[in-house]
């Protein structure tokens, strides 16, 4: 079917909301990380769905935090200059009847730009229904959204609804990203975020937060199908590195295994993992650093 309609749609909200897990919901597969650990998404995830004559392409963004280091501030800015040049934006929020900080920061953005806005309460599964009145009311009152919509992102209560209620949000024009694209993320960058996923869901406190993923090889070998990567895991300190790496090698080890299973799943092939652990100092706090690794 010919697309007839395309535009650009933000997801903004506080850390852990379900910005990533919505994105998943979107698109029907997995190319965002999900944990439920603060400032999981560092990056601006493009995320492209086509559903009839149309072509939604959604900007799934880190959550607006306090920053504290160099790409904290980065994130933060990615955030904020998401809400410019789009045509419309997902405020999403927990089905909680009080505005925090965040949320009344991107309000004031969005109103300042005078750019349309949805709210959607996500994480409905976890309340009792009647409770959801009080939330869109306290919101109601606070900016003046087109539309609000409740959701579950976890088990897709709602996603379908959301989709016909962003529909007319998208200006007449062709399709921005080709049949059957689904994300602008390099295949490289998106296996290198499936093993940073692993450090955070086996990882406890601030250590899978001070870590950075590079892959230093992506190969095919030829003839056989098999993907050859080589992954270095960067951490800041060599306290770090020891519980990274395990006693005899045992955390590394479920670490690749569970993140080889999630990359042959995305990649459709057989994958050869290999995982290293470095120590880079503050990398957090290095320009240099973050470009290389591909964060900025």
Not at 5 to 31: D, F, H, Q
Request: glycine residues 8%; hydrophobic residues 40%.
């Amino acid at each position: 079917m010919e697309i007839k309609k395309s535009g650009m749609l933000s997801i903004v909200g506080r850390p852990n909301v379900g910005k990533s897990t919505l994105t998943n919901a979107l698109v029907g597969e997995k190319i965002a990380i999900v944990t439920n650990k603060p400032q999981t998404t560092r990056n601006r995830i493009c995320a492209v769905v086509d559903r009839g004559e149309c072509q939604f392409v959604f900007l799934d963004t880190p959550g607006l935090h306090k920053a504290r280091t160099r790409l904290g501030d980065y994130m933060v800015n990615v955030v904020r200059e998401s809400v410019a040049d789009v045509d419309a934006v997902l405020l999403l929020v927990e089905p909680i009847p009080h505005i925090g900080g965040p949320e009344a920061e991107l309000m004031g953005r969005i109103q300042a730009l005078k750019v349309p806005a949805v709210l959607v309460i996500n994480k409905i599964d976890t309340v009792e229904k009647e409770k959801l009145l009080a939330v869109m009311q306290t919101y109601q009152e606070a900016h003046d959204f087109q539309a609000i919509v409740p959701i579950s992102a976890k088990t897709g209560e709602g996603v379908e609804e959301l989709l016909d209620v962003l529909e007319p949000f998208l200006p007449e024009g062709p399709q921005l990203f080709p049949d059957g694209m689904v994300t602008d993320q390099p295949e490289r960058q998106v296996c290198a975020e499936l093993i940073r996923e692993k450090l955070l869901l086996c990882l406890d406190k601030e250590i899978p937060h001070g870590t950075a993923v590079e892959l230093t090889k992506f190969s095919e070998r030829t003839g056989s199908g098999i993907l050859d990567i080589d992954a270095t895991i960067y951490c800041e300190k060599e306290s770090h590195k020891g519980i990274l790496i395990g006693r005899g090698g045992a955390m590394l080890k479920k670490i690749s295994t569970l993140a080889r299973r999630d990359i042959e799943a995305f990649m459709g092939t057989k994958v050869f993992l290999q995982v290293f652990v470095k120590v880079k100092k503050n990398w957090r706090d290095n320009p240099n650093f973050i470009r290389d690794v591909g964060l900025v």
